[in-house]
T-cell receptor, first 110, second 113 residues
Framework: EDQVTQSPEALRLQEGESSSLNCSYT??????LFWYRQDPGKGPEFLFT???AGEEKEKERLKATLTKKESFLHITAPKPEDSATYLC???????????FGAGTRLTVKP | DAMVIQNPRYQVTQFGKPVTLSCSQT?????MYWYQQKSSQAPKLLFH???????NEADTPDNFQSRRPNTSFCFLDIRSPGLGDAAMYLC????????????FGSGTRLTVV
């Protein structure tokens, strides 16, 4: 069965303190690995899709990378507005379903 | 702006009283999904419509039903809500397989009293 495990569950950073979030996955035939941002009381907002090992995507202070077993979301010099829960999800080939991890709750203090 | 709109944002219902949550989209996406998300947990897929084809997850309780009368609208019906059904319900859409990511609504927070 597909599994997605995110760590840590919660992360507190000072503004400007770079760090990485981890997403370990087990899936039979990966179509794509997805990163979303979720603010409290709102729906997830799409950030990136990664399709194959070695791929990297960037958006502002965020960079996502992918290996055959895990993905990292690197946050460079975070700001308080980056505070949110970051969700990772995997989708299998020939299947529309997207299986989510429980997320990492990021807090960035000014 | 094209978007996914869920109504209501907050819903309080009595134990056992049927409730319907609605989702509409202006993206003209052919796939619509319903997820249940409990506090600090991963969103859990309940079912999805690929065009008019309904796809139910094996572990979705029979208490949960869905209707999609047209491309733009999708409804989640909870026939007899229990206390364990209190959660955020998220509607999402995608074009075909969704490799470009899903577009989510803001969710409906359901409270059962």
């Amino acid at each position: 069965e597909d599994q997605v495990t995110q760590s840590p569950e919660a992360l507190r950073l000072q503004e400007g303190e770079s760090s990485s979030l981890n997403c370990s996955y087990t899936v039979s035939g990966l179509r794509g690995l997805f990163w979303y941002r979720q603010d409290p009381g709102k729906g997830p907002e799409f950030l990136f899709t990664l399709y194959s090992a070695g791929e990297e995507k960037e958006k502002e202070r965020l960079k996502a990378t992918l290996t055959k077993k895990e993905s990292f979301l690197h946050i460079t010099a975070p700001k308080p507005e980056d505070s949110a829960t970051y969700l990772c999800a995997v989708q299998r080939r020939n299947n529309n379903d997207m299986r989510f991890g429980a997320g990492t709750r990021l807090t960035v203090k000014p | 702006d094209a978007m996914v709109i869920q109504n209501p944002r907050y819903q309080v219902t009595q134990f056992g009283k049927p409730v319907t949550l609605s989702c509409s989209q202006t993206l003209n996406h052919n796939v619509m999904y319903w997820y249940q998300q409990k506090s600090s947990q991963a969103p859990k897929l309940l079912f999805h419509y690929y065009d008019k084809d309904f796809n139910n997850e094996a572990d979705t309780p029979d208490n949960f039903q869905s209707r999609r009368p047209n491309t733009s609208f999708c409804f989640l019906d909870i026939r007899s809500p229990g206390l364990g059904d209190a959660a955020m319900y998220l509607c999402a859409t995608s074009r075909d397989s969704g490799v470009g990511g899903y577009t989510f609504g803001s969710g409906t927070r359901l409270t059962v009293v």
